[in-house]
């Protein structure tokens, strides 16, 4: 056993002179009665890591004092029940690179942990006390052999920042996730998807999103893609998408995109590989229609909802101008058959009610 830092402990009874470390608890000597109970209880870093262990040593360290828990890169095929839920003050806990084949159900006894990291293992499924750590900020569970995500999963974790799913068999992410409005990035690259969930508009902190390498299963990118406000980089690359949806115009902090490996007709590949200001303008131009139609009632909802560009709403042009927050002014509707604004009734997806609408469905287009 060692510290943080790599330092193995040495000595299981009477080695007390490494200072600072105070790992695990292995006697004291001549120490008081008060000082080692005050030791005792001192917040502990525990690294167990690349020790070949097949099943979990006996531990001396009180386990209600540990605070980070390594245990990576081990031949762990289970981790005791009675162990976890012990495991009261665990803010960080590492599994990862080990022959787990299940998450013992007490994890959801730890109700500080912030750092899951259970990737590189032979999870099937995560059980869904899972959802009681709700101090849960970052779960990364990748390489794996994963078919679904616990259905409720985003009910409960209201603050989790990240979530890390890549390389596993997931078809679809849970209905829930549109719940998880801490998201900052989500990674399901290298899946079987589907389709992305209803309500991913609702992410409206999601600056990172990677969809990418789910090959010729995900065919398709939902229209509430384009109010995902804060999204800085995406990546739907080596899918079967043949059209990108129009709203994606409305992505003006988008600063890295990748679709490479796609079918591509909607924008043509060579728009997108010219840049992403040609991508917006393009997909600006088919959501502004050319058309002459009356004024709906339901238009000037949009004109609050800052996220659209005046340069990219504006009838008759097609450069898009990122920097402008004036709203939305549109005069011009037409019916597009490829994928565009086809009704006032899809328009109205892009509410600001609907963006922190709580219902799980949507009408799919």
């Not at 162990?83 to 500080?112: E, M, T």
């Not at 920042?161 to 596993?168: A, E, I, K, P, Q």
């Not at 899946?191 to 992305?196: D, E, Q, V, W």
């Not at 899809?346 to 799980?360: A, C, G, K």
Request: aromatic share 4%.
């Amino acid at each position: 056993m060692r510290d943080m830092g790599g330092k193995r402990r040495h000595g299981h009874g009477h080695g007390h002179g490494h200072g600072h470390g105070h790992l695990v608890g292995f006697g004291v000597g001549g120490v008081g009665h008060a000082e080692h109970e005050e030791k005792r209880m001192e917040p502990k870093k525990l690294d167990m890591s690349s020790m070949s262990m097949d099943t979990l040593p006996h531990l001396t360290t009180p386990l209600d004092s540990i605070t980070t828990l390594d245990l990576s890169n081990n031949n762990l095929q289970s981790i005791p029940e009675s162990i976890i839920a012990r495991l009261l003050n665990v803010v960080a806990l590492d599994v990862r690179s080990n022959q787990l084949k299940s998450l013992p159900n007490s994890i959801g006894c730890l109700s500080k942990l912030k750092v899951l990291n259970v990737s590189g293992n032979l999870l099937q499924e995560l059980p869904v006390t899972i959802e009681e750590c709700r101090a849960l900020e970052e779960l990364n569970a990748n390489f794996n052999q994963l078919t679904r995500l616990p259905d409720t999963l985003g009910f409960e974790l209201h603050g989790l920042r990240r979530l890390s799913v890549n390389s596993n068999k997931l078809a679809y992410l849970p209905s829930s996730t549109s719940h998880m409005t801490a998201l900052r990035a989500l990674d399901a690259r290298l899946n079987c998807l589907r389709a992305l969930p209803d309500g991913l508009e609702n992410l409206g902190g999601l600056e990172a999103l990677n969809v990418s390498q789910n090959f010729q299963y995900l065919r398709e990118l939902p229209y509430g893609i384009g109010l995902l406000v804060s999204l800085r980089e995406l990546d739907v690359s080596y899918n079967s998408i043949v059209a990108l949806p129009d709203s994606m115009a409305c992505l003006t902090k988008l600063a890295r995109f990748s679709a490479a490996g796609n079918p591509l007709v909607c924008p043509p590949m060579d728009v997108v590989e010219q840049s992403l200001d040609a991508m917006r303008a393009y997909l600006s131009a088919r959501m502004n229609g050319t058309a002459k139609a009356k004024k709906k009632s339901w238009v000037p909802k949009l004109v609050k909802y800052s996220t659209f560009s005046a340069g990219m709403m504006t009838p008759g042009r097609t450069k898009v101008h990122g920097n402008s927050t004036d709203g939305l002014h549109m005069s011009d509707y037409r019916s597009l058959d490829g994928g565009g604004i086809a009704s006032p009734g899809f328009l109205s997806m892009l509410s600001p009610r609907r963006l922190f609408s709580p219902r799980r469905n949507s009408t799919k287009h």
